[in-house]
């Protein structure tokens, strides 16, 4: 049995260096199946085993309506680049986490009855995530069953910057902004593609008379979804249901997105992400939980063994 590892240095899930360093060393990823390994699973409560990964899309929005900032007192009759944006980002979601662009769910697909019900499996961990990021309590105020469903299968939208004028540390003058920008960040789902996400967005935006919104895609990464049923999957499960007393539970899908689309895409390759929690968000090499360590050993031990016997069998 051959292994092969690939590392990931970018730590963005949409970065082109990795579709890009697949495509021109093809022959050279070729595999039965990869296992991608994630470090978020104290946020699950448990080691778990994802089924595949959502896909990301970055965007930046921005307006500019005058060549030069002009006087806030001529407000009544030159437009504002900070009003057109904040009416473009009020058009993509609603108060009830709904994304408003025409056909956005329409390719969303359900998964499979047994992968579903492993959601019900997992710990209630709403009070620990709300304690953790120091809120009262989580978006609408999901918890159990809701709160696993939201967080692994549902795609969301988020403003991750927003920008106008002087820098926000700093009172401007009386000013209107010459130009605004925001950056904002859509997890998709499975059988979503965000090329065409973002031409939705595009012809949303035009539907709504905010045509002149520039848009442009800065990062995009595609979700895969492997079905339980396949070998290869059946192995990795079983590999690991022998390396602790409570093995890691089944997930459909990752929380965050990772950039092991193109390996799908040239080969349609089995894909799987281990869940640890060997290191923590912004933690140094010296913070590593040994036993989380010994733990993440021991699972691709048997991983590899469990392959290498199939192999042998074969």
């Not at 104290?42 to 089924?51: C, F, M, N, T």
């Not at 920008?163 to 859509?186: E, I, N």
């Not at 973002?198 to 979804?225: C, F, G, M, T």
């Not at 869940?275 to 691709?300: F, M, R, W």
Request: proline share 6%; hydrophobic share 45%; net charge negative.
């Amino acid at each position: 049995m051959n292994i092969k590892w690939l590392f990931d240095a970018t730590g963005e899930p949409g970065h082109p260096a990795m579709l890009d360093v697949v495509a021109q060393h093809q022959s050279l990823f070729q595999a039965d199946g990869c296992i991608g390994y994630a470090t978020d699973s104290a946020l699950i409560g448990a080691p778990y085993l994802a089924l595949g990964t959502k896909g990301y899309l970055s965007l930046e929005l921005f307006s500019r309506t005058t060549p030069r900032p002009v006087s806030s007192s001529h407000g009544a009759v030159v437009p504002g680049a900070a009003w057109r944006l904040l009416w473009a980002l009020n058009q993509l979601k609603n108060s009830q986490e709904e994304i408003l662009l025409e056909g956005f769910y329409d390719n969303v697909i359900a998964l499979e009855d047994e992968t579903m019900e492993q959601l019900y499996n997992l710990p209630d961990n709403a009070s620990s995530l709300a304690q953790h990021w120091k809120l009262d309590q989580l978006l609408l105020g999901l918890k159990g069953f809701q709160l696993h469903y939201a967080h692994l299968l549902t795609p969301s939208c988020s403003i991750n910057t927003l920008h106008a004028g002087a820098s926000a540390s700093k009172r401007s003058r009386a000013t209107l902004p010459a130009q605004a920008k925001a950056c904002v960040d859509f997890y998709l789902v499975p059988a979503q593609d965000p090329d065409d996400i973002a031409s939705k967005l595009r012809e949303h935006l035009q539907a709504h008379d905010l045509a002149d919104i520039q848009v442009r895609v800065l990062q995009r990464n595609w979700p895969i979804y492997t079905p339980l049923a396949m070998p290869f999957v059946q192995k990795v499960q079983h590999a690991l249901s022998h390396t602790s007393a409570q093995g890691a539970v089944l997930l459909p899908l990752t929380i965050g997105s990772y950039p092991l689309y193109p390996l799908y895409k040239f080969w349609h390759m089995p894909v799987v992400i281990i869940g640890t929690s060997i290191v923590q968000e912004s933690a140094s090499l010296a913070e590593i939980d040994p036993q989380e360590l010994a733990l993440l050993s021991k699972q691709t031990h048997m991983i590899i063994e469990e392959l290498a016997n199939a192999t042998d069998t074969n």
